[in-house]
C-alpha cells in the first residue's frame, strides 16, 4: 500500500508521546542528577515555563530512549550527532503550549481519577494484574523520581491528553479519500526499458595529476586516517584455565562408565507396515507369508508402493506405536516379518527391512573429549577465584601481562585498531572478544590506565589497557593514489553515463524509438508488466519505479537502476488506472492508520496555530547550563 498506509502515524504526536512519563517506567532509566530549578526558565509560553530541571530530565529520556534502540548508551558526541537536544526542545514545546492552552480553559484532574490512572498503569500492577504499592514504589526508585514529581507528570499528561483526544480522537478519513488512495495504490503501468551501462560510453581517460589533485583535495576527508590505538586485552573464560592434562585417568574412566549410555548408540531397525481392514485379512495374509509369499507381493496385491508401507527407522523406545515395539525387535534378522499384531490402526504385519547394530565408543575414543569436559567444570568452579587474584595482582601493582602470566593467562596485543575495528591495512579483527563494548571502552580509555573488567555473558570477563594511541590524520594522496584513481574513474564514468542517459531521454521524449536507440547500442529493449508502486526488483530500484509513476502515458524518463551504478532508459507504454477499484479494498488496520495520520496533521495545524497565538520563548544558554550538571 502508500507509504502512507505503511508508516502510519508519524507526525508530532507520535514524537511527543515520547516524553509522556508513564511510559517509560522501569524501561530506560532516568537521570539521577536533578538540578535545582532556578527563577529562569528554558522554555516559556504565556505563564507556562519548562524549567532547567525539567529540560534536562527530558534530554536524559531521550537519550536513553535512543541508546536502547542501539544498544548502547551514546556519548554526548553522539547525542549532538542525532539531534537529541533539537527533538526536546520540540518535544517540551508542544507539550507547553497545550500546557498553557489547559490553563486558560481551565483544565484539571481529580484526585480520584488521577488515582484511578496510576491504579490502571500496568507498570504498577503484581502478577494478579492489581495495582501493588510496593511495585509502585519499587518502579518509581528505580527511575530515580519521587512520588510527588509522578504524580504532578502524571497529571499534566492526563490533561494534556484531553486537549488532544477532543480534537482527533474518532475521527474517521471520508470514504471518497480511502477510495482515492485504495486506486492510487493498485495503478499499473507497463514499462519498456533499456538498462545502460558503463559499456554504452567510451571508456573514461585517464587522470591528469592536476585532475586528481584537485578531487583529492575536494575530497581529503573521506580518504583520511582514523584514530588508531594499540591495546592488550586478556580473557578469562572456563576454556582459558581449563587443563585437560590435569585430570586423572582415573577419574577419567569413572565419568566414561557413569554415563557410558551417553557414548552408545543403540539398535535401529528399518520398519515397513502393511495395515488391513480386520483380523481375517491379516490372519490370511500371515498365512500367505508362511506358505512362501512374499511381504513385496501382499504389498502389490494391496495396491501399494514400497514408499507405501516404509514408516521409517527406529530404535525401540522411539517406535511411534509402542505395542508394536516388542514384535519388531524380536525379529531375528533384517527381511523378517512379524506375526499379525493389533496396531492403533487395526491389525498389522511388520517387517524388519534394516537392522543397524547397536554400537558404543570406546573409552579411548572418548577420552580426550571427557577429559575437557571435566577440566571445563572444575575451571567454572574456580573461575572467580581466578578473577579475584587478578584484579588483586593488579591492585598491587603487577602490569596486565605480569598478572596475565601469575594467573596462566595468555595476553593478546592488537597493535593497531580503529573504532571500527579495522587495522591500517583494512583487515577487520574478528576475534577480539565482546569487540563492541571493548572497542567502544578502548576509545574512552587513557592510555595507560588501569580499567574495569568487560562482562562475557554470565561468567566470562576482559580486562584490556591501551598501550597507544596513533592520532587520526589527513593522507597524502601517494598513500591512497589508488584508491583516488579508482574513487575519480567511478566519479567521471557515472558522469558521462548520466549525461548520456539524458540525451537519449530527450530523443525518445522527441519521439524517438526506444528500438532505435536499442539498437545503436547494442543491447535489448525489456518490458515490465504490470509494475506496481512497489513493485521494484533486482533491476528496477526505487528511483526506478518512481519515474516510471511520474507522469502519463507516452511518459520517457532515466532513473537509477537497483545498483545505482547503472541507468534506466524507460517509456511508459500502458496506464491502468484502477478506476473499478473501490474503498472496500482497504482493510480495517490501514483505514485506521490513513485516519490516524490525517488527526495528526490536524493535530500538528494546532500546535502551530497555538504557538503563534501565545509565542515561545527559548533560552538557549540557559539550557546548556543545565546540561554541563
Known amino acids: 500500500m502508500l507509504d502512507i498506509l505503511r508508516k502510519g502515524a508519524q507526525g508530532w504526536v507520535a514524537k511527543f508521546l515520547l516524553i509522556l512519563l508513564v511510559a517509560s517506567f522501569g524501561v530506560w532509566g532516568i537521570s539521577g542528577s536533578i538540578l535545582n530549578a532556578g527563577s529562569n526558565a528554558v522554555i516559556t509560553v504565556g505563564e507556562t515555563v519548562v524549567t532547567p530541571n525539567e529540560f534536562r530530565l527530558a534530554y536524559d529520556r531521550q537519550v536513553a530512549v535512543v541508546s536502547r534502540q542501539l544498544g548502547q548508551r551514546l556519548t554526548t558526541e553522539q547525542a549532538r550527532a542525532f539531534g537529541i537536544e533539537n527533538q526536546v526542545y520540540s518535544q517540551l514545546v508542544a507539550g507547553a503550549l497545550l500546557d498553557e492552552q489547559a490553563r486558560l480553559m481551565n483544565l484539571g484532574l481529580s484526585d480520584d481519577r488521577l488515582a484511578a490512572l496510576i491504579a490502571e498503569d500496568a507498570a504498577f500492577h503484581d502478577f494478579n494484574g492489581r495495582f501493588d504499592r510496593n511495585n509502585f514504589r519499587r518502579v518509581l526508585s528505580s527511575a530515580g523520581m519521587t512520588e510527588e514529581n509522578y504524580l504532578r507528570s502524571r497529571g499534566q499528561v492526563a490533561v494534556r ?24 495504490d493498485a495503478e499499473t503501468r507497463d514499462v519498456d526499458y533499456l538498462l545502460l551501462t558503463k559499456s554504452s560510453i567510451d571508456p573514461v581517460a585517464a587522470p591528469s595529476e592536476s585532475e586528481l589533485s584537485s578531487y583529492f583535495e575536494e ?56 495395515v488391513f481392514a480386520d483380523r481375517a485379512a491379516a490372519d490370511a495374509a500371515a498365512a500367505a507369508l508362511a506358505d512362501g509369499k512374499s511381504f513385496d ?29 516388542e514384535a519388531v525387535f524380536a525379529v531375528s534378522e533384517a527381511g523378517g516379518t512379524t506375526p499379525v499384531v493389533d496396531g492403533q490402526f487395526g491389525p498389522v504385519i511388520l517387517r524388519v527391512s534394516e537392522v543397524t547394530p ?39 601493582g603487577m602490569t596486565l601481562p605480569e598478572a596475565a602470566a601469575q594467573q596462566k593467562l595468555t595476553p593478546v596485543t592488537v597493535e593497531a585498531i580503529d573504532r571500527s575495528g579495522q587495522t591500517p591495512d583494512g583487515t577487520v579483527v574478528r576475534d577480539i572478544p565482546e569487540s563492541q563494548a571493548l572497542l567502544r571502552d578502548t576509545f574512552e580509555a587513557e592510555t595507560g590506565v588501569e580499567t574495569p573488567p568487560i562482562n562475557i555473558g554470565a561468567e566470562g570477563f576482559v580486562w584490556f589497557e591501551v598501550n597507544d594511541v596513533t592520532p587520526a590524520r589527513d593522507r597524502t594522496l601517494d598513500e591512497v593514489r589508488d584508491r583516488v584513481v579508482t574513487d575519480w574513474t567511478a566519479m567521471k564514468t557515472a558522469e558521462a553515463l548520466g549525461t548520456r542517459a539524458t540525451a537519449l531521454k530527450e530523443r525518445l521524449a522527441q519521439g524517438a524509438e526506444l528500438s532505435a536507440i536499442a539498437e545503436e547500442l547494442a543491447v535489448a529493449v525489456e518490458t515490465k508488466y504490470a509494475l506496481t508502486r512497489d513493485g521494484a526488483d533486482a533491476v528496477f530500484g526505487e528511483a526506478a519505479v518512481a519515474s516510471a509513476f511520474s507522469g502519463p502515458n507516452g511518459l520517457a524518463e532515466v532513473a537509477n537502476d537497483a545498483s545505482g551504478e547503472n541507468r534506466i532508459l524507460l517509456k511508459v507504454t500502458s496506464v491502468n488506472d484502477a478506476s473499478t477499484v473501490t474503498a472496500d479494498s482497504v482493510s480495517v488496520e490501514q483505514r485506521r492508520q490513513v485516519s490516524q495520520q490525517i488527526a495528526d496533521d490536524i493535530l500538528d495545524q494546532m500546535v502551530a496555530r497555538l504557538q503563534s497565538d501565545y509565542g515561545v520563548a527559548v533560552n538557549r544558554q540557559l539550557a546548556e547550563r543545565a546540561l554541563a550538571f
Do not use: W
Open 358 to 396: 547397536e554400537s558404543s565408543k570406546s573409552f579411548e575414543e572418548v577420552e580426550a573429549e571427557i577429559r575437557e569436559q571435566l577440566a571445563l567444570a572444575e575451571a567454572a568452579q574456580v573461575l572467580l577465584d581466578v578473577h579475584d587474584a587478578y584484579e588483586d595482582a593488579r591492585a598491587s
Open 219 to 274: 575530497n581529503k576527508a573521506r580518504y583520511a586516517a582514523p584514530e588508531y590505538r594499540k591495546i592488550t586485552y586478556v580473557k578469562l573464560e572456563n576454556e582459558d584455565i581449563a587443563d585437560p592434562a590435569a585430570i586423572t585417568a582415573e577419574a577419567a574412566r569413572a565419568d566414561y562408565e557413569a554415563r557410558k549410555d551417553r557414548y552408545t548408540t543403540p539398535e535401529v531397525r528399518t520398519i515397513d507396515q502393511l
Open 297 to 325: 507381493e501382499l504389498v502389490t496385491e494391496q495396491g501399494r508402493t514400497a514408499s507405501d508401507v516404509r514408516i521409517g527407522s527406529f530404535a525401540r523406545n522411539t517406535v511411534p506405536d509402542q505395542s508394536l515395539a
Open 161 to 184: 491528553t484531553q486537549i488532544v483526544e477532543a480534537v482527533s480522537d474518532g475521527f474517521s478519513a471520508p470514504e471518497a479519500l480511502i477510495a482515492a488512495f485504495a486506486q492510487y
